[in-house]
């Protein structure tokens, strides 16, 4: 399967645990994004990157998450002290370069965090 | 900034009927994109059609067409002879085709039960 994985899928922990999680895109894309989607919410976006580059961060991208992508493959998404609130989908998507794609965003299947 | 607007939070059709989701949008820009995805239960997000606001023509993918407005800004989607594996949560989804950030916008979807 060459779609976008996500690691791990599920992650349950207790506040004020760190949490981190992987995206592995489509090999040939080189952006990549994040989003946050709550329950009855659509995706909201946190971040994305053009290769190993982070060009945007979301207001919603406290300074408890960081985000990486070292060698412009995959990336990592860290949570440190976890709260409550913390509690989504994370998604990962990849996409080509913008004028090959239009936008088109394709989506892994998400790591689900519930901080108890 | 730009908003996008979903007005049904749930429908539901029986088999075979056609059903129209609605979806308003607001934006300051004059080149963008459109997009209806999918997300089934429990899997990864789908692009279902997409639309490039230059066009004037309607896109249209098999039984999933759109009407789009651009002055009134709306962007519905019909799904004709609907089958019970369109049951899903669908999202609305803009996208800014010039420069600067792109990922998407969503709006925060409709759950369409397909009746059997």
């Known amino acids: 399967d060459t779609g976008v994985s996500q690691d791990p899928r599920h992650k349950i922990t207790k506040r004020g645990q760190n949490v981190t999680f992987r995206c592995d895109p489509i090999?040939?894309?080189?952006?990549l994004y994040w989003y946050r989607q709550t329950l009855g919410q659509g995706p909201e976006f946190l971040t994305y990157?053009?290769?190993?580059?982070?060009?945007?961060k979301s207001r919603l991208l406290s300074d408890r998450f960081s985000a990486e992508r070292p060698k412009g493959s995959f990336s990592t998404l860290e949570i440190q002290r976890t709260e409550q609130g913390d509690s989504a989908m994370y998604l990962c998507?990849?996409?080509?370069?913008?004028?090959?794609?239009?936008?088109?965003?394709?989506f892994g299947e998400g790591s689900r965090l519930t901080v108890l | 900034a730009q908003t996008v607007t979903q007005s049904q939070p749930e429908m539901s059709v029986q088999e075979a009927e056609t059903v129209t989701l609605s979806c308003t949008y607001d934006t300051s820009e004059n080149n963008y994109y459109l997009f209806w995805y999918k997300q089934p239960p429990s899997r990864q997000m789908i692009l279902v059609i997409r639309?490039?606001?230059?066009?004037?023509q309607n896109a249209t993918e098999n039984r999933f067409s759109v009407n789009f407005q651009k002055a009134a800004k709306s962007f519905s989607l019909k799904i004709s002879d609907s089958q019970l594996g369109d049951t899903a949560m669908y999202f609305c989804a803009f996208v800014y085709s010039g420069g600067g950030a792109d990922g998407l916008t969503f709006g925060k979807g409709t759950h369409l039960i397909i009746q059997p």
């Open positions: 998507a990849s996409s080509p370069s913008r004028q090959a794609a239009g936008g088109e965003l394709f």
């Open positions: 639309q490039e606001a230059y066009k004037q």
């Open positions: 990157f053009q290769n190993e580059a982070q060009l945007e």
């Open positions: 090999s040939e894309h080189n952006r």
